[in-house]
């Protein structure tokens, strides 16, 4: 059985999502999930958003990476090594910063 390159560190026991990123892929599951795998060579690209919340000035960032046909989500506050899982993913992969703009200008 393949052992995975990175495992994504929780923050909380109560956050049920597990990512695994292999030489090949990243693979998430979680309990109201099902299995979803990208592989690291659909990748297109990636955006990192700084969030903060305007009544407890809490602040995170969310890494997105993109494909041809869907999108996964890594936020700071549940991973420990949010880090680490941020470089393997964006690896040679180009930073979308005009997407990153568009982001941040429609979403607060």
């Given at each position: 059985?393949e052992s995975p390159?990175?495992?994504?560190?929780?923050?909380?026991?109560?956050?049920?999502?597990?990512?695994?990123?292999?030489?090949?892929?990243?693979?998430?599951?979680?309990?109201?999930?099902?299995?979803?795998i990208i592989l690291?060579?659909?990748?297109?690209?990636?955006?990192?958003?700084?969030?903060?919340?305007?009544?407890?000035?809490?602040?995170?960032?969310?890494?997105?990476?993109?494909?041809?046909?869907?999108?996964?989500?890594?936020?700071s506050l549940h991973?420990?090594?949010?880090?680490?899982?941020?470089?393997?993913?964006?690896?040679?992969?180009?930073?979308?910063?005009?997407?990153?703009?568009?982001?941040?200008?429609?979403?607060?």
């Amino acid at each position: 059985m393949e052992s995975p390159k990175l495992q994504g560190q929780k923050r909380s026991k109560l956050y049920f999502n597990k990512i695994d990123i292999y030489e090949d892929r990243m693979e998430a599951k979680g309990i109201f999930m099902p299995r979803k795998i990208i592989l690291r060579k659909d990748i297109l690209r990636w955006t990192e958003i700084n969030r903060k919340h305007s009544n407890t000035g809490l602040s995170w960032l969310e890494f997105t990476v993109y494909t041809d046909k869907t999108q996964y989500m890594i936020n700071s506050l549940h991973w420990h090594n949010y880090n680490a899982m941020k470089a393997e993913l964006s690896a040679d992969k180009p930073r979308d910063t005009a997407k990153e703009q568009k982001i941040a200008n429609s979403f607060w």
